[in-house]
T-cell receptor
C-alpha cells in the first residue's frame, strides 16, 4: 500500500537556524514526491517536487528537499528559518501509474524570533 | 493565471441537512481532485476525475457523498445527509497532464452542528 509518514507533529526552531521537516514514503515503483505548505485558512501551496534527476531539489521561498532512495525519505530543509515560515507542511507522494496523491499527516513548523 | 476557485468558503449546517460545494479548476486542467481534510490530519482523497470521467472514488462514502463533473470543467461535491463527522475542509485541486503537482483551491470549511 502507498503511504507517506511525517514522524513529527511539530518542529520548533529559532529564527536564523536551519530547519528540517522529515518525510518517509512507501510506494511501489518510482515515486513523484512533493512538499506543500498550508497557512491558516489558506489552501495548500506547492513548494517543490521531485520527479527524476538530481536528488537535491530547490523550491519556493528558499526551501529544498533531498530525495534519498535507500532511506525512502524526502526531507524538507531550509538553511535559515524565518518567522514567516511558521505553517503546516505536508509531504505528498503521487503514484505515477494512477495519478493518485497520498498526503502525510502534516508537521507544524514553529519558528520563534 | 487564475487559480482553483471554490465556493462557498464557509458553510454551517445542521446534521441531516444537505450541502453542495463548487469547484472551478484552472483552465485546461483535465485532472480534478476532491479532498477531505479533517482538523489535524492530512488531506484524504475522496474522488478523482479525468475530464468528466471518474478515475478513483474508492474513498468516497457513496451512501451520502456524490460528485460530478458534467462538462469536464467545473465540479460539484454534495453531501446528503450530512453527519457530524463530515465537519472538515473540502479541498479541490486540479492538475495539467504532464505536470507533477496539483494546484489547490482555498477550500470550503464545513461545520456540521
Amino acid at each position: 500500500a502507498q503511504s507517506v509518514a511525517q514522524p513529527e507533529d511539530q518542529v520548533n526552531v529559532a529564527e536564523g537556524n536551519p530547519l528540517t521537516v522529515k518525510c518517509t514514503y512507501s510506494v511501489s515503483g518510482n515515486p513523484y514526491l512533493f512538499w506543500y505548505v498550508q497557512y491558516p485558512n489558506r489552501g495548500l501551496q506547492f513548494l517543490l517536487k521531485y520527479i527524476t534527476g538530481d536528488n537535491l531539489v530547490k523550491g519556493s521561498y528558499g526551501f529544498e528537499a533531498e530525495f534519498n532512495k535507500s532511506q525512502t525519505s524526502f526531507h524538507l530543509k531550509k538553511p535559515s528559518a524565518l518567522v514567516s515560515d511558521s505553517a503546516l507542511y505536508f509531504c505528498a507522494v503521487r503514484d505515477p501509474n494512477f495519478n493518485k496523491f497520498y498526503f502525510g499527516s502534516g508537521t507544524k513548523l514553529n519558528v520563534k524570533p | 493565471e487564475a487559480g482553483v476557485a471554490q465556493s462557498p468558503r464557509y458553510k454551517i449546517i445542521e446534521k441531516r441537512q444537505s450541502v453542495a460545494f463548487w469547484c472551478n479548476p484552472i483552465s485546461g486542467h483535465a485532472t480534478l481532485y476532491w479532498y477531505q481534510q479533517i482538523l489535524g490530519q492530512g488531506p484524504k482523497l475522496l474522488i478523482q476525475f479525468q475530464n468528466n470521467g471518474v478515475v478513483d472514488d474508492s474513498q468516497l462514502p457513496k451512501d451520502r457523498f456524490s460528485a460530478e463533473r458534467l462538462k469536464g470543467v467545473d465540479s460539484t461535491l454534495k453531501i446528503q445527509p450530512a453527519k457530524l463527522e463530515d465537519s472538515a475542509v473540502y479541498l479541490c485541486a486540479s492538475r495539467l497532464e504532464g505536470q507533477g503537482g496539483g494546484f489547490f483551491g482555498p477550500g470550503t470549511r464545513l461545520t456540521v452542528l
